[in-house]
């Protein structure tokens, strides 16, 4: 028989290696190798050789197509793929503090009126969870709380009670008795996320954990996990602003498109179904700012960019610019100030997004040139309008796909002007439009002395 050979394995993230090192390369952890010895595949078990399975053809497997498990709250249900898929293994996870766990307790708590829950505080006591509950104002009787966080005592008690859906609040704090690896580490998580999957595959229990964002990052918190579960939806938002956005970064039962918002209240989180009403009503109409739109998932989103520009005091002027692609930004300035002649690379710029959102796209080009210029010539642009088209490198302005949802959107909320290539085409509208050719047109929006 072929001896297996001694390999070094990782303690904290399970990386194997051939020779001893001091520090891991996958997870950077100093002094974390041990001696492993691996198993090697012959097909035997210490009880004779392994059962041999019995190969099927797909056509004898029925498919019923399963019921979704709906909250009622609708931000959620629709970013998980219009509900939750049953048997799945799905991930929430955000910086701490966010409010997922506020989230979780909301959600469980509506689909406890239909559905059997375990709600297992891995982090909190069940007094803080109390306490939180009191806030939320209400406490369906089919929720039951733990407080446990030893990983075998809860696959024990969901094997023995078989409730439809459990909840592990946080992972990150779940540990596993007698695991080589330590509490906490990728090894564990990684360790915890496999032994669930198998439950929640093999006994048809949907399971829900929360993993927040590390110090380390992403990287070395919920990432780790990411490949390993169904679904990994993000909890995002800024500190300022009491939005949150609920994101799919991973769907295997939907698509990773939609977006979701509440807003933090005093009584928990509050879905905001209207979010571009909240974010029209956010707009300040001066010199730099300038309305744009784009779609996220299903519905297009009406955000605010803000440019400010300033004639720099250092040698390599700043750019500082938050919510959109940095590379974007500067290359727009770029084309201004090649075509245009406006002395941009002197100056300062300071650029962002309202509600502190991240977009991505060619469709807000018009937009950040219109911005940067309404900053530059310190004039603001006629109220109620929005700027939708791409810029080319040779300074012509390109018309975009999908414009009509766009603009129907826009519509909605009494936008009454729009700025668009010159061989934009859409649908007849009450707005009233001013078409550009190229850059040099832009100008004609402000008066220079
Ligand atoms: P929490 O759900 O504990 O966040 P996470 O689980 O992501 O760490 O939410 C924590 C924050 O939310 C905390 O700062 C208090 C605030 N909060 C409210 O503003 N209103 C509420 O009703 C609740 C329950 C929390
Ligand atoms: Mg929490």
Redesign the pocket.
């Known amino acids: 028989m072929r001896k297996s050979k001694t390999t070094y394995k990782c303690s904290n993230c399970n990386y194997q290696i051939l020779k001893w090192l001091g520090c891991c390369p996958e997870c950077k952890k100093w002094n974390s190798f041990a001696e492993f010895t691996p198993a090697i595949s012959t097909g035997k078990t210490k009880k004779g050789y392994a059962k041999v399975v019995r190969m099927i053809q797909l056509d004898s497997i029925s498919t019923t197509t399963q019921k979704r498990m709906l909250s009622g709250i609708k931000e959620w249900d629709r970013v998980v793929g219009g509900g939750i898929m049953p048997s799945s293994l799905i991930m929430l996870t ?1 910086d ?8 979780l307790l909301q959600v469980s708590n509506e689909l406890a009126k239909k559905y059997c829950i375990f709600y297992f505080s891995t982090e909190e006591s069940l007094q803080q969870v109390k306490q ?1 509950s009191q ?2 104002g209400y406490l369906n009787s089919n929720l039951l709380f733990s407080d446990q966080a030893e990983l075998s005592a809860i696959i024990a008690t969901t094997l023995h009670e078989k409730p439809d859906i459990i909840i592990i609040d946080s992972i990150q704090n779940c540990y596993i008795d007698g695991a080589q690896s330590l509490p906490g580490s990728i090894g564990q998580l990684r360790e915890a996320s496999f032994q669930l999957m198998r439950l929640a595959k093999t006994q048809g229990i949907t399971i829900i954990i ?1 993993g ?1 964002i590390t110090k380390e990052g992403i990287i070395a918190g919920p990432k780790a996990l990411e490949h390993m579960v169904d679904a990994v939806f993000y ?1 995002q938002g800024e500190d300022r602003w009491q939005t949150r956005m609920l994101r799919a970064v991973k769907n295997r039962f939907g698509t990773i498109n939609e977006l979701g918002f509440f807003e ?5 989180l509050e879905e905001v179904q209207n979010i571009n009403q909240h974010l029209i009503d956010e707009i300040s109409h001066s010199p730099g700012s300038v309305l744009v739109s784009v779609i996220e998932g299903s519905r297009p989103l009406l955000l605010e960019l803000q440019a400010l520009t300033i004639t720099s005091k250092l040698t390599l002027p700043q750019r500082v610019i938050s919510g959109l692609d940095h590379k974007q930004v500067v290359l727009i300035a770029a084309i201004l100030e090649k075509y245009l002649k406006v002395r941009l690379s002197v100056q300062d710029i300071f650029f962002k997004t309202s509600g502190g959102f991240k977009i991505k796209g060619s469709t807000t080009d018009l937009g950040i040139a219109l911005a940067l210029l309404s900053s530059y010539f310190q004039q603001p642009l006629p109220e109620k309008s929005i700027a939708l088209g791409e810029i080319s490198l040779t300074g012509q302005i390109k018309p975009i796909n999908k414009i009509n949802s766009l603009i129907h959107e826009a519509e909605k909320f009494g936008i009454e002007q729009l700025f668009v290539a010159k061989r934009q085409k859409f649908e007849k509208t009450s707005c009233k439009v001013q078409k550009f050719y190229n850059v040099y047109e832009l100008l004609t929006l402000f008066s220079q002395s």
């Open positions: 955000g701490p503090g966010i409010g997922k766990s506020t989230l939180r806030r939320i929360t927040h909890l933090m209240q005093e009584n928990g």
